[in-house]
């Protein structure tokens, strides 16, 4: 049986992803820090990574993504603020930080998450927080590094806020190549 990478993911408008070209750019100038940077054309919000599943799954998935948003309309997300995990200190990932309507957001996620169970995807163990990441930090970086490219984040201000409508929800194949992750949409449910 044929395998796939897949997870399920918002995708950004234009508009988000021209702003976080800009910061990006604006991050790469500031830090020496090494780190790999997410393609923002590659950026999505994920809602649930499935991992490896069997191709005939999809039809099943789709199904539950159907369920998920029954009676859920479309709503309003907005990029808000830089953060970093795990802390300051200690950067691995640089992300932007979502508000909005997150509130339908995390009960979007937990109903595709709830529906999955049956299908024999494992609940996340940690609690959802949405965010979109721009940077990995490399495993090369020194402590001083990783400290340093904190207090850039820090003290990086968000010049406008984009705001996006989120009406529609995908299953996504991700295909790893040694240029990075090429993605491609299996299927999509639509908030109506």
Do not use: C
């Amino acid at each position: 049986m044929e395998k796939i990478r897949s997870f399920i993911a918002i995708e950004l408008s234009g508009e988000i992803k021209q702003a976080l070209t800009r910061l990006q750019s604006g991050l790469k100038s500031g830090s020496r820090t090494p780190v790999r940077w997410v393609d923002p054309n590659s950026i999505h919000l994920t809602l649930k990574f499935l991992g490896d599943i069997d191709i005939n799954m999809t039809g099943k998935i789709t199904a539950a993504m159907e369920e998920a948003v029954r009676g859920l309309h479309p709503f309003q997300i907005e990029m808000s603020g830089l953060g970093v995990f795990p802390n300051p200190r200690r950067v691995q990932v640089v992300w932007v930080g979502l508000t909005g309507e997150v509130e339908k957001l995390a009960q979007l996620q937990k109903r595709i998450e709830t529906g999955l169970i049956p299908l024999g995807f494992a609940a996340e163990s940690r609690s959802f927080m949405p965010h979109l990441t721009l940077a990995r930090v490399r495993d090369r970086a020194t402590p001083y590094e990783r400290e340093d490219l904190g207090r850039l984040i820090e003290g990086t201000r968000l010049e406008v806020d984009y705001r996006m409508n989120v009406a529609s929800v995908h299953l996504i194949k991700s295909q790893l190549t040694k240029e990075g992750p090429v993605y491609s949409r299996i299927s999509s449910v639509v908030l109506k």
